[in-house]
């Protein structure tokens, strides 16, 4: 009975001791629990407090949103008015520029008809422009043509006489027969020869006036050729042949 009454004992020691053990744990985890929960609790306030400031904001950006929504609202219905006052506006001018359209018709038609009597006026005095200037310019060159192939006729001789060039040389031949510029009509032809015999009078020596007596025989022969020369294409390209040959002889 002792020895069992001894281990009871000290088996209740042991236990008691254990358990003393456990109840230290679980007053340092009840412990740490308990400062485990006031930080959670301090995070959970600081949380709501940051929570409340959103909800400030926004219950403030809630308010600016409707004061702005109001004002929008305010403008579109000031806008209506206007656009109803504005469409009044546009039926009345409707109306006003629909006896006007009528008014412009006639006038473009007036202005029409007056820049086309303005043309035909202008394309009438730029044809008789145009025919003078043609007249004038035609007459000019022909005056001109005229005048050179005197002077070179005249030249030509001079030049021959005073060179003591032998009367029957082929150079005499070659300038009656020559003409640096178109002499034109037969009748203008005439006139020209006239002119070139009265202008080598002035020159000593029967020579010069026999040959521009020859020259009036061929400047008459040369005005029958070019005549002849107008009827067909292919007498042309024969006499232009045959003046080439003589040319390549002298």
Known sequence: MKNWKGN???HMIENLKRDS???????FEAGYRLIEAERLLNESLAENDRLREVEKAASARIREVESQHKSAEEGLQKAECQLVEMSAKLERECDRSSGLQAEIDKLKAELAEAR????????????????GFADAAGSLRFQMRRECNINFLKGWALALEQAAVDDESELYVLGRR?????????????????EVLGGLEAFDGPTVMENAEVFDHQERAQTEEVQDMEKGVSDKEDNVDVDDQEGICL
């Open 8 to 10: 009871d004992s000290k």
């Open 21 to 27: 053990v456990v109840a230290v744990q679980g007053v």
């Open 116 to 131: 086309q009597v303005s043309s035909d006026a202008e394309n009438e005095a730029q044809a008789t422009y145009d025919r």
């Open 178 to 194: 020559y003409r640096p510029y178109d002499s034109g009509t037969p009748e203008n032809l005439e006139e020209t020869n006239v």
